[in-house]
């Protein structure tokens, strides 16, 4: 592909504009699959794990290490902020394997300004894109203070890791080939720990890739763990053609977005569905154990979505497995973990189908004035605005356009997410945040016509 670049260290670098022109709004149609289909073989396959298994586990010592200094030497407590370690090392991870970079946030330099301000950017993102991509879109008519700091985030998050893109680059060798807190608060601690002591019975045992492969158990826990406290509420398609939902007509061209998050914690779905039971995910001769009362009640496998589904599910997944995998086993090999406080209050289309315009929702005027001070969505996050939404007109509701935004239908049902997936084609169409697509067409528009990125194998 021209414009696409693999080096002997199998660097992706993309570099002509024709090639990035999708990726300015994350990409649709064929030239998403065109990007994607570069990018795969890199971050999607189980073998690259041997490469960035060093990186990860380095930065994973780290974090033990830590540990070690921040525990109270009489109770053994970690800080009250804990959490803010748990990002630190997240991000650890992310930079290692997706700039290759090392940046110390963990121990090494802690107040390294640029990475410390790319990390407190990222959280304004995420924070951010509900209110400005969600609600009515009034930034589009006149620039509000949400909309500046987004821009302002975007822009230093891009020239740092425009650096970091560059510096590895300029390193490259030609010649050579080369939600943790979730699942700590929920852990069958005893059963896993006799797991990995099997694994690595002494502190200085090494953790390989091979050994990592016979820990089914810490699989289980974090797969039970992503059940429970997935990283985010759900995912989004732009219907391919008309479908059937519910009996409704739902027109091509709808954004649907799909509650994954709250089906994975029903009854329906999971026996004693917000109950930690890890049991529930072990196999034997490749089959869910008969004897666990707790497996999964549905025969649908969209009651089970964290990452997506399809050719467009989440292109991190593989980082995310590592990256618990090695960072659950280095903890629980070094410390018995405690949590001594209260919980968080945590198709063909029938000709009997009814018309789009009566899937029941709020209309343009009540998400106005719910959004604004004093109403029932001010303030709310995504997930507690469609929890209000779906109390007041069920599992299928639609979003009216209105505002800068448009028609968005939103489901709690996985029988819809089937019909979604299973019509998406080989190219599926995802609608970006408006305000990131505005930030890299507009605000950086002769940056995001250069090179993009990399990804590192």
């Not at 400005?132 to 509000?144: C, E, H, N, Y």
Request: with cysteine; aromatic share 10%; net charge neutral.
């Amino acid at each position: 592909m021209e414009g696409v670049k693999t080096t002997a260290t199998e660097i992706l670098v993309m570099q002509e504009p024709q090639d990035l022109r999708g990726w300015r709004d994350e990409g649709n149609g064929e030239e998403w699959g065109k990007m994607r289909s570069a990018v795969n073989p890199i971050l999607m396959n189980p073998s690259n794990v041997k490469v960035y298994f060093p990186k990860v586990l380095n930065a994973n010592n780290e974090f033990v290490e830590r540990i070690r200094e921040l525990r109270d030497s009489k109770t053994f407590e970690v800080p009250d902020d804990f959490i803010t370690e748990i990002n630190r090392w997240t991000f650890e991870n992310v930079v290692a394997v997706s700039m290759d970079k090392e940046v110390g946030l963990i121990r090494k330099n802690r107040n390294n300004p640029e990475a410390l301000q790319a990390f407190e950017n990222l959280h304004k993102v995420f924070k951010l894109i509900y209110d400005l991509d969600v609600k009515p879109a009034f930034w589009k008519i006149v620039k509000t203070p949400a909309f500046k700091e987004m821009m302002t985030a975007l822009d230093g998050i891009q020239v740092l890791f425009e650096k970091y893109a560059n510096e590895s680059i300029a390193n490259m060798d030609m010649s050579k080939k080369y939600d943790e807190q979730s699942v700590l608060q929920n852990l069958s601690q005893e059963i896993l720990r006799e797991e990995i002591m099997k694994i690595l019975p002494n502190e200085d045992s090494e953790l390989t890739v091979q050994n990592m492969k016979s820990m089914p158990y810490l699989r289980a826990c974090i797969k039970e763990s992503i059940r429970l406290y997935p990283l985010g509420p759900g995912t989004m398609r732009r219907s391919n053609q008309d479908l059937e939902l519910d009996g409704y007509k739902v027109p091509k061209g709808t954004d649907i977005v799909m509650n994954t998050e709250e089906i994975m914690r029903e009854s329906r779905n999971y026996p004693e569905a917000l109950r930690f039971i890890p049991e529930r995910w072990l196999r034997e001769n490749n089959e869910i154990k008969a004897q666990c009362p707790h497996a999964k009640k549905s025969d649908n496998p969209f009651v089970y979505m964290p990452f997506g589904f399809g050719p467009r599910m989440c292109v991190g997944k593989r980082i995310v497995d590592l990256e618990l995998e090695i960072g659950l086993t280095k903890i629980l090999r070094n410390y018995k973990v405690e949590y001594n406080y209260p919980p968080d209050d945590v198709f063909t289309i029938s000709e009997n189908a009814r018309p789009f315009s009566g899937i029941p929702g709020p209309s343009k005027f009540q998400l106005l004035r719910g959004s604004l001070p004093g109403g029932k969505f001010h303030g709310k996050s995504l997930k507690e605005f469609g929890n209000i939404c779906r109390k007041d007109y069920g599992d299928l509701f639609k979003l009216a356009a209105g505002f800068g935004i448009p028609n968005v239908v939103m489901s709690f049902n996985p029988d819809h997410f089937e019909k979604v997936f299973q019509t998406e084609g080989e190219c599926p169409y995802r609608r970006s945040p408006a305000s990131i697509t505005y930030f890299r067409e507009t605000v950086k528009k002769d940056f995001y016509s250069g090179m993009l990125g990399l990804a590192v194998s």
